[in-house]
């Protein structure tokens, strides 16, 4: 499976604060591996595509809300490397649709809409029953890509990073992501995730289920030995998708002063809690790697909002 992707550069982010803080920060950029096919949203679709192929498959079917990122990547993805993609959308269609779902339209995805409700049922063996009835022989990829395939794409996104590093920070969803890079670090690095809903510690859970399953599972562990993780709960701004004026001055001047755009969903309040942790004097002397994990796809309908709010 080829799509091009160029490796992701890394960034230093030169500043004072962080000279006179002692800490030196780097930018794993992800959001410019593909124009179309990026962050880590390729990482956890990778081993999904690669065992919906070695199984012959030739339709994926998907999960996720009006916004996803991991839709809009289905999408892109399934067109290039030739498979059909069905898109479940959570909620009723609106119109005009989003730029979001009108790119996966663009790309050939068939979008299907379910309620809420149904919605919530996507893990059981009866919606999936159904949706196989429905749309025949598909490999069903659970929203988000999370799942033990995501988590082993993840292990590779620091595989060819030589800038030596002590924590990796990533902004978490499902924390399928932090899992796989967790299982890549070496001897004494750790990661530290900063959860983007409210009430973030729930994660602690699913992570460490991740982990238990992945290590049951046999797939390949670039580490040698355990490595620890961590969680900052406290930047989340209220929760999945919220954003207030604060995140968005943050975000634009961050870009005009680095030059690196953000996504006001999981990448603005990741950068926004590092260098405010870093000004309250957190990671004295560390060397940090921030991973950038793409989603900028989502601005567009996010300014939207801006303006109609
Ligand atoms: C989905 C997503 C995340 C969260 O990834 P998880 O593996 O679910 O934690 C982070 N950043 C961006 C840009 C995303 O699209």
């Known amino acids: 499976m080829s799509l091009n992707l160029i490796p992701p550069p890394i960034q230093k982010i030169n500043s004072e604060i962080f000279t006179r803080a002692g800490v030196e920060l780097s930018v794993l950029r992800l959001d410019l591996m593909h124009p179309l096919v990026n962050g880590n949203k390729w990482f956890k679709l990778k081993y999904n595509l690669l065992t919906a192929k070695a199984q012959n498959y030739t339709t994926i079917l998907t999960f996720g809300g009006a916004y996803s990122n991991h839709i809009y990547a289905t999408a892109a993805a399934g067109n290039l490397l030739g498979f059909r993609t069905i898109g479940v959308i959570r909620g009723e269609e609106r119109l005009p ?38 749309f025949g022989e598909v490999f069903i990829i ?39 890079l967790t299982l890549a670090l070496k001897p004494k690095q750790r990661s530290l995730g900063f ?34 993780w961590e969680l900052v709960c406290d930047y989340h701004f209220g929760g999945y998708a919220k954003v207030n004026d604060e995140l968005f001055s943050f975000s634009d001047e961050f870009t005009r002063t680095h030059g690196i755009p953000l996504d006001y969903v999981y990448t603005a309040k990741m ?32 300014k939207n909002i801006k303006r109609a709010g």
């Not at 996966?104 to 919606?127: C, F, K, N, S, W």
């Open 195 to 228: 959860p983007v809903l409210k009430n973030g510690d729930f994660l602690r859970q699913d992570i460490t289920n991740l982990l238990t399953h992945y290590h049951a599972s046999g797939l390949p562990i670039p580490a040698s030995t355990p490595a620890s």
């Open 97 to 134: 649709l989003n730029p979001t779902l009108s790119f996966a339209i663009e790309q050939g995805m068939q979008l299907v809409y379910i309620d809420r409700e149904t919605y919530r049922q996507r893990h059981t063996p009866e919606l999936q029953a159904w949706l196989r009835q429905r």
């Open 142 to 180: 659970p929203e988000g890509g999370c799942n033990l395939d995501g988590v082993r794409g993840c292990t590779e996104i620091i595989a060819e990073v030589n800038e030596i590093f002590d924590t990796v920070c990533v902004p978490c969803g499902t924390a399928t992501t932090l899992a796989g």
């Open 271 to 302: 950068f926004y809690g590092v260098l405010d942790m870093i000004q309250k004097g957190c990671f004295v002397g560390d060397r940090l790697l921030l991973i950038h994990t793409g989603g900028l796809q989502g601005n567009l309908s996010m």
